[in-house]
């Protein structure tokens, strides 16, 4: 009985013994799995901050290359505005000034600091002006640069800016060829002596001047009506009118061809063929331009220099250009001749334009608003 006991103590002791070298054997095996796992996840760890320090190092050098670039750029664009800003004022503040045509004022407004005080004169001058604004409808002026071109600036800048088309005995010639017309089929060598408004120039270059003074009107008045768009025909305008040299040879064509005009009328007289319009018996009927010759030394060779268009002269460029030119004279307000139109005779077909005087020297352009 003792000795089967001891057995089964010896049998007992054994598989004690056993299962523990199972466990040891087990433990170490786990052990060594655990760290192996432990080693890769270490390894990848170490991997993983090696590739992020790298990336990190890249992303910073991105991120600082991309904020230097942004600040650069927002410096750039912040010269540039500016200079932009500064050259758009510069051009602005030359083309204000270069500008023959001012921008559009208020009436009133214009009427109440040129004409200040409690003097007769100035209390009858805001009085016609309050008369334009209320009766008239006339809400806005533009000024016009007061020279000895005035009438002719005021007129042909209401023409280019409405878009009017040539008249129509221009439609039928080239004006091109009247200089040489003059010059050689009707032999008045005399327009050498043609002076060009304050460019007092006579002598034989006459004749190429006034072909480049016709060249400049046809061209440009071409181009300005055949433009639809009434803002960018508005551009032109003030692009063309504040280029004096262009300007000039245009006022100088338009004198050349009420020359050209009144020689054709005086011919016609002469020779006894048709009736001419009574105008230019009115022109010829005075002492100082009796013939073309005369007219053109005494009136045309010192409009643009000395002088501006008088009251005949006005009605002649009104035929000329075939348009109706209404002009309302401030200083004969409350007579009969605070609106006059010239010519007095005119067609229904033709346009009409308008200037405001305030003493038959100076004039401005009325702009109306219903």
Not at 124 to 142: G, N, P, Q
Not at 164 to 192: A, T
Request: glycine residues 4%.
């Amino acid at each position: 009985m003792q000795r089967r006991h001891d057995r089964q103590a010896s049998k007992n002791r054994d598989q004690s013994t056993e299962q523990e070298k199972r466990s040891r054997i087990n433990h170490s095996k786990r052990s060594v799995g655990k760290h192996e796992v432990q080693s890769w996840t270490t390894a990848t760890k170490q991997s993983l901050c090696l590739l992020w320090q790298k990336v990190k190092v890249q992303l910073m050098l991105s991120m600082s290359f991309l904020i230097a670039v942004f600040w650069y750029c927002r410096r750039l664009y912040s010269f540039l505005a500016q200079l932009l800003k500064r050259g758009s004022n510069y051009l602005r503040r030359k083309l204000i000034r270069n500008l023959s045509v001012l921008t559009e004022v208020d009436l009133l407004g214009y009427s109440a600091r040129e004409w200040k005080g409690e003097t007769k004169q100035a209390k009858h001058m805001r009085e016609a002006y309050e008369e334009l604004f209320w009766s008239c409808h006339i809400k806005y002026l533009r000024q016009v640069r007061r020279d000895n071109y005035c009438v002719l600036r005021a007129v042909l800048f209401q023409i280019f800016s409405q878009g009017i088309p040539f008249p129509s005995w221009m439609k039928e010639r080239d004006i091109l060829k009247l200089p040489e017309k003059l010059l050689y089929s009707q032999g008045c060598n005399w327009i050498q002596q043609y002076s060009f408004g304050p460019e007092r120039y006579t002598g034989p270059n006459a004749f190429g001047k006034l072909r480049k003074c016709m060249e400049t009107l046809k061209t440009n008045w071409t181009e300005i009506s055949a433009t639809k768009d009434h803002e960018e025909r508005g551009n032109m305008c003030n692009a063309l009118f504040s280029d004096e040299s262009k300007e000039h040879k245009l006022y100088e064509a338009i004198k050349f061809i009420m020359l050209y005009e009144v020689v054709e009328a005086y011919e016609q007289i002469k020779n006894r063929e048709e009736p001419i319009h009574n105008l230019f018996s009115l022109l010829l009927a005075r002492d100082s331009s009796s013939d073309p010759l005369s007219f053109m030394m005494n009136h045309l060779n010192f409009i643009g220099d000395s002088i501006c268009l008088d009251q005949v002269e006005l009605f002649l460029l009104g035929y000329l250009l075939e348009v109706k030119i209404r002009v309302y004279r401030l200083h004969r307000f409350n007579t009969e001749e605070f609106q006059v139109n010239y010519p007095d005779e005119y067609r229904r077909e033709w346009n009409e334009i308008s200037l405001l005087t305030e003493d038959d020297r100076y004039y401005h352009i009325p702009l109306f608003r219903t």
